[in-house]
């Protein structure tokens, strides 16, 4: 019969109630209103048909209500609270779709438990460089096992010397100072290794989704790692003025009212849970840098004659520039007419890389606190 189909309907509404009250006869309500509705006892329908006023809800007012209270009663909705709401929370991936008859009214979120950042290795590479050679040459009256006497006479190269033969400040041969020969032994200062930083490498791609918002849209935020909460309101279509329930939720959702901010839940609505309708991804990696290079070396061979004309080498040794002033003995009063010298070896050093940390966390913001039944 249409009246037990119509009896049937309300019990499988998924409509959001205010309160709970009176269930069942309105006195408000005429009995003609009440035939048409269907609201009432079977025995009371029974009456209605009789009387020739079968149920008929197509034309039954939007706010007549229902018989009974098919789910689940709830408490008034305390003051500076909104709802009920039925509340589903979960991974945002798998998380129900709103029961039939309700709508998605809330997205928020919970701590998204994302991690640190991805970064990036940083590396150095080698530093640009050259090796400069030596300028400061000095002639002592000694030689070089005795206590080393201060310069008696300069045989420096020149300035910005590019190693090529020279007969700058050359000596020549019997030059005496202080009453002996100026000549007995040479000293050469080390080669000066000059570098400029280490380029920085990056080993791996840098992030490009730095910051990432978050205003409401499931698809803008790492939802698969992310703990939802989605609150579904009642869709419009089956208003509650008489009802005084909640329906039964699915067996995913709570019976929920809730307020925007951080607030304490009030009394019969003691399940309490802090979600976010905001955020800001500030994860980020530290940038790559490289320390100041160290350890680079260089090797020169330095060529000493007694002629003008690099021709009669007296003196090529090795000089790097690790070493201290080296010095080498030469004949008594010995000229000195020309020098050059040529780089060996250049050995760059090495720096060390910094950053490429993760730095930050997931700021989240709007805080919501949903209050639910226990």
């Known amino acids: 019969m249409r009246l037990w189909k119509y009896l049937a309907l309300p019990a499988s509404l998924p409509f959001i109630a205010l309160a709970c009250g009176d269930i069942g006869w309105s006195e408000d309500l005429d009995f003609h209103f009440k035939c048409v509705c269907g609201i009432g006892t079977p025995e009371e329908f029974a009456e209605c048909i009789e009387l020739g006023y079968p149920p008929d809800p197509e034309t039954c007012p939007p706010d007549a209500g229902t018989v009974g209270c098919p789910g689940v009663c709830a408490p008034d909705t305390p003051a500076g609270f909104e709802g009920p709401v039925l509340v589903a929370t979960g991974p945002a991936i798998g998380l129900p779709l709103c029961p039939l008859g309700t709508k998605e009214a809330i997205w928020a979120w919970a701590d998204p438990q994302l991690g640190p950042r991805d970064c990036p290795t940083c590396a150095c590479g080698e530093p640009p460089g050259t090796c400069e050679l030596p300028t400061s040459w000095n002639t002592h009256t000694t030689v070089c096992q005795a206590p080393m006497p201060p310069a008696s006479a300069s045989f420096d190269a020149p300035t910005n010397w590019d190693g090529s033969c020279t007969t700058t400040n050359a000596l020549s041969e019997g030059k005496f100072c202080g009453g002996v020969p100026c000549v007995r032994s040479l000293s050469v200062a080390p080669p000066v290794v000059v570098e400029g930083d280490c380029p920085v490498l990056i080993q791996g791609e840098e992030p490009t989704d730095l910051p990432i918002p978050y205003d409401g849209t499931i698809n803008e935020w790492p939802a698969p790692i992310s703990v939802a909460a989605l609150a ?143």
């Open 232 to 374: 579904c309101e009642n869709d419009g279509k089956t208003p509650c003025k008489y009802a005084s329930c909640s329906p039964d939720p699915p067996s995913s959702f709570e019976v929920c009212v809730y307020a925007t901010g951080d607030v304490d839940c009030p009394q019969d609505w003691a399940k309490r849970t802090l979600f976010f309708e905001g955020g800001t991804d500030k994860r980020a990696c530290s940038a790559c840098t490289c320390s100041p290079p160290a350890g680079g070396s260089c090797t020169v061979q330095i060529h000493v004659y007694t002629d003008s004309a690099c021709t009669n080498e007296q003196l090529s040794p090795y000089v790097s520039s690790d070493m201290s002033a080296p010095c080498y003995d030469l004949m008594s009063g010995i000229s000195l007419g020309s020098k050059k010298a040529e780089v060996i070896e250049r050995l760059p050093g090495t720096c060390s890389s910094h950053g490429g940390e993760s730095t930050g966390e997931i700021e989240m913001q709007k805080p919501i606190t949903f209050c639910c039944l226990a």
